[in-house]
């Protein structure tokens, strides 16, 4: 069901999946001749007080899927996301249809590899972008960091891994080129670390085998602020340019959704 209200459109929810206490992602009804680019956001949220609450939310799934997913964090007491956690499949969130952000392959210049830096439900854009074949077109190998404190917090990103070396037609395309790296911080696993502690040892040359450079090296960043601006000193440090929409570059941030 869509309808429109003031530029506002109600689309239906149609999976909700709780991942831990404190993320959940879901998914709504397409709305029809909605077009975007992977990485972008939207305004989304719920009517309050008979008032709309909007909070910017990076679409989690990839441009030409049919599902329309978002990933999002549960704040306690926060002004939306303590009521958007309740939601269920059938009932309606509130939705703008004017997809942005700088998360886009065209904000980029052309690379060998892609680096997509994110913590917690920074993530979000970055599963739209692996998902989009573009991606594999502009560049040669796509590295996905997500750094969480604790390894549940790891479990989106890795099911939508899986799902996509399931996938017939998309794990032909990832195969040799996807690389993920989810790394925690306050708990053992597989890897572990802030990926910026990798950056400034020697640890990101010897899982990545070459340094961050300019020549061949574009990089995704979303986070929080501390983490994008720790981000960005290292890009520029190393010789990246900041890009944007207007004016394509070697490295592009973007803060994620917080409360
Ligand atoms: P840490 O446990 O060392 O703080 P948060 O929930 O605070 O946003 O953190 C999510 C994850 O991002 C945690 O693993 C955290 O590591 C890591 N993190 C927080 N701030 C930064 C930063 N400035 N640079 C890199 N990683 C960060």
């Excluded at 909007?54 to 002004?79: C, M, Q, T």
């Amino acid at each position: 069901m869509q309808k429109e209200n003031n530029g506002l459109h109600e689309l239906e929810v149609s999976k909700v999946r709780h991942w831990t206490s404190s993320t959940f992602s879901f998914s709504c009804v397409r709305p029809d001749n909605f077009r975007f680019r992977s990485g972008e956001f939207v305004m989304i949220g719920l009517e309050m007080d008979n008032k709309p609450l909007l909070r910017a939310y990076s679409i989690a799934s990839p441009n030409w899927h049919e599902e329309f997913e978002f990933y999002s964090i549960k704040v306690k007491d926060g002004p939306l996301t303590s009521k958007l956690q309740q939601l269920k499949a059938g009932d309606n969130i509130l939705f703008r249809n004017k997809p942005v952000g700088t998360l886009v392959n065209d904000a980029l210049l052309k690379g060998k590899r892609l680096f997509l830096f994110s913590t917690g439900t920074g993530i979000a854009p970055f599963t739209s972008i692996i998902r989009d074949p573009e991606t594999y077109e502009k560049f040669s190998e796509v590295v996905l960091f997500q750094t969480c404190r604790y390894v549940d917090e790891l479990g989106y990103g890795k099911s939508t891994i899986e799902s996509i070396f399931k996938d017939e037609i998309l794990s032909e395309i990832v195969t040799n080129k996807l690389r993920f790296f989810p790394t925690t911080t306050r708990e053992p696993s597989q890897y572990s670390g802030r990926v910026t502690d990798w950056l400034k040892s020697k640890r990101f040359v010897e899982e990545i085998g070459s340094d961050l450079n300019p020549l061949d090296d574009r990089a995704m960043i979303c986070g929080s602020n501390a983490m994008l601006n720790d981000f960005k000193e290292i890009c520029l440090e190393r010789g990246l340019k900041e890009g944007s929409n207007s004016s394509p570059g070697q490295f592009v941030i973007e803060k994620a959704f917080v409360d």
